[in-house]
Nanobody
């Protein structure tokens, strides 16, 4: 089970950190991805981190502004979002899978959290 927390209202240029708390399995063996879905749009991939934590990937929109650390001891992954823009407004989801798959494809994920809403507005 995954639970995403930390969404809210933030001004443009601000920062927010989302948390994805995992229960029922350990992050040591799972890749974690973050996705987002804006109103009227398809769910899109934002970032992912390998099970070891040694490899991270970012979408073009996230690169340079977002990071995806994780703490295996706490079984929690994060999405640190800086320099937020109004176009970052969406519901953000974390997801997980085990094994060797392309982490940018949402259909490769086996477990999904419930989503947390992020609104970037002045």
């Amino acid at each position: 089970q995954l639970q995403a927390f930390g969404g809210g209202l933030v001004q443009p240029g601000g920062s927010l950190r989302l948390s994805c708390v995992v229960s029922g399995f350990t992050l040591d063996y799972y890749t974690i991805g973050w996705f987002r879905q804006a109103p009227g749009k398809e769910r899109e991939w934002v970032s992912c981190i390998s099970s070891s934590g040694g490899t991270t990937y970012y979408s073009d929109s996230a690169k340079g502004r977002f990071t995806i650390p994780k703490d295996n001891a706490k079984n929690t992954a994060y999405l640190q979002m800086n320099s937020l823009k109004p176009e970052d407004t969406a519901v953000y989801y974390c997801a997980a899978y085990a094994g060797l798959r392309f982490c940018g494809e949402k259909n490769n994920y086996d477990y999904w959290g419930q989503g947390t809403k992020v609104t970037v507005s002045s």
